[in-house]
């Protein structure tokens, strides 16, 4: 039996002047005199919901064999690290015409866009899920992306609002959420911000000083009776908040001595995609860790994106690729840029598994939900969708497994992950039954 020294309630901040700092999970926030591992038995889920954009190479991406012990396939095999966490699935389609509008638009909601000046969709999936586990936490959900529609303006595909490609999160049916693609608005609406401008960091950097200077007496009173194993874990989660500001702070700096000039692109986001994914998807982590929320969507990157991936040798942007029209290299490119996305997806993994919360990690209580509302990037089509799964659920769900199926709405799906979030529900959706997870 564990036996903490202090009780802490799960809610404990730190707080300084404009600064306030949410904790991950420590031993101290067990009742005293509570085995440790009865946390185990109602342990906190969350759900994570990455979106990539324009299909993949489906015979790249999808396992040749079915069931457990699968072989993944080349796109897939940066996440068979994780193989007792992966759960693919084959077969699934979202209803629509064929189009970059419909595949993100129905992504999450398992329903047509509707056209013109009308802004009408559904309630998405992770917003049903938020407002069943979301309002215990700082933010009932939170939404990232990498890219917004400035680079487009003009071209939102047809007949449809831009709307439906600048979110994948939909708090009713006619309330898109926005999605922050700033890497510093997410670190201060997470953080409480200081207020300073982007001179004043910058000054901060150069004297080597932290947001986290503002709590270090609440840090101090906190230590006071913390087991040797929640200091440990308390200094690892400070000093990736204090790691996230100084690669953002730096950032800044960079692009303030370059001269680059990028009105459209508030301060803070990152010139590198790779370094962009990486800090938002840092930032979800610590989001997660802290339990500043229990329900996350990212748009990884976003439909119509013309992002170039020179550090792996595609100079020409993601659009163009994915209208390979089946010649070999830009089939080659693109199944190079997909493979690429989910390197960047499986670093983040690798960090939840590296987070202790009581005698689980952080991948273990979580889920994630990772793929494209359109299969075939020539076609536009959204049959046979690219999904996978990874996460355990907090034990609710085992993985190392393909599960096809010969056609079926990704809606069936979606009534299982509601489910799995203590949701009871019969439809959701296009349904038409559900999807045994």
């Not at 986290?212 to 009173?221: A, F, N, P, Q, Y």
């Not at 802290?290 to 595609?314: D, H, W």
């Not at 693109?334 to 960047?344: G, R, S």
């Not at 979580?366 to 076609?379: E, R």
Request: glycine content about 8%.
């Amino acid at each position: 039996m564990f036996i903490t020294k202090k009780h802490l309630s799960r809610r404990t901040f730190l707080k300084g002047v404009g600064v306030t700092v949410a904790l991950p999970f420590l031993d101290a926030m067990v009742p005293a005199a509570t085995p440790l591992f009865q946390t185990a038995a109602n342990p906190l889920q969350r759900f994570g919901f990455i979106y990539v954009p324009m299909g993949s190479i489906m015979k790249q991406w999808t396992p040749e064999q079915t069931g457990s012990d699968f072989a993944f396939s080349p796109i897939l095999k940066p996440l068979e690290p994780f193989r007792e966490y992966v759960n693919v699935l084959s077969g699934f389609y979202n209803t629509g015409e064929n189009g970059h509008s419909v595949s993100s638009g129905t992504f999450l909601s398992g329903t047509v866009p509707a056209k013109g000046n009308v802004t009408l969709l559904n309630t998405t999936v992770d917003q049903v899920i938020a407002q069943k586990i979301g309002q215990n936490s700082t933010f009932p959900s939170m939404e990232f992306a990498t890219e917004d529609h400035t680079s487009h303006l003009g071209s939102c595909a047809g007949d449809f609002l831009c709307s439906y490609m600048s979110t994948i999160s939909w708090r009713t049916p006619t309330q898109p959420l926005p999605m922050e693609i700033n890497p510093r608005v997410v670190f201060e609406t997470m953080f409480g911000g200081d207020q300073a401008t982007p001179e004043e960091r910058l000054a901060r950097l150069e004297q080597n000083t932290s947001i986290l200077d503002g709590v270090r007496e609440s840090v101090k009173d906190l230590e006071t009776g913390l087991g040797a194993r929640d200091k440990a874990r308390l200094d690892e989660y400070l000093e990736n908040v204090r790691e996230i500001e100084r690669r953002m702070t730096m950032g800044e700096k960079q692009r303030k001595e370059n001269n680059i000039q990028a009105p459209a692109t508030p301060i803070g986001v990152p010139d590198s995609i790779e370094d962009h994914v990486n800090i938002m998807f840092d930032l979800q982590a610590l989001a997660l860790q802290g339990n500043m929320t229990r329900v996350m969507s990212f748009m990884l990157s976003r439909e119509l994106s013309t992002v170039a991936y020179p550090q792996i040798g595609v100079q020409d942007g993601h659009h163009p690729i994915s209208h390979n029209n089946n010649v070999p290299e830009q089939v080659a490119k693109k199944a190079k840029v997909d493979t690429f996305h989910l390197e960047l997806f499986a670093r983040f993994l690798n960090k939840l598994k590296g987070m202790q919360e009581g005698e689980n990690n952080l991948l273990d209580n979580s889920l994630f939900f990772y793929g494209s509302g359109m299969s075939n990037g020539n076609q536009h089509n959204h049959e046979n969708l690219p999904i996978v799964m990874v996460g355990k659920a907090a034990g609710k769900l085992k993985g190392n497994r393909h599960m096809k199926v010969e056609k079926a709405p990704l809606s069936n799906v979606y009534v299982s992950l509601i489910e799995l979030a203590g949701i009871p529900t019969e439809k959701y959706a296009e349904s038409n039954g559900r999807f045994e997870l």
